[in-house]
């Protein structure tokens, strides 16, 4: 599953996910990310290749050679992808930081489905926005 854009799969019904996923957006200027909302009724995690309970545990993404990257692994797919994050990518690479940034993501993965959701607007007749 070639294509030129790296797909973003990130849970719309978080509000710091949703957050982070806006920032992303408004930066992502030349179109190279594509946003997927996992939280959307009519998201089929099988359609796109995922593990369905996986893909509400952790952040995935998609990288245009169709490989998978998850976690931490995912947000440095993103920073590369965007420009001008070249940097924070290569950081976030490096062997002590990674497995700071692993220890810290591995925390928040757990509490993040206790947080307050937002609600899901039903998407059934193509009306929701992307």
Known sequence: ?????????FD???PLCSREIAHYRKKDTDGRLHFVDIDRRDFDAAREGLDPASVKKVMHV?????TLATGVDAF???WRALPGYGGLASAAALP??????RGGYKVFAAVRPFLPRRQTPDCSDGSCPV
């Not at 998609?62 to 169709?66: A, E, N, V, Y």
């Open 1 to 9: 599953m070639k294509t030129s854009q790296t797909t973003v799969y």
């Open 12 to 14: 719309g019904g978080c």
């Open 62 to 66: 998609r990288r245009p050679d169709g």
């Open 76 to 78: 440095i797919a993103i």
């Open 96 to 101: 002590g930081v990674n497995l700071l940034l």
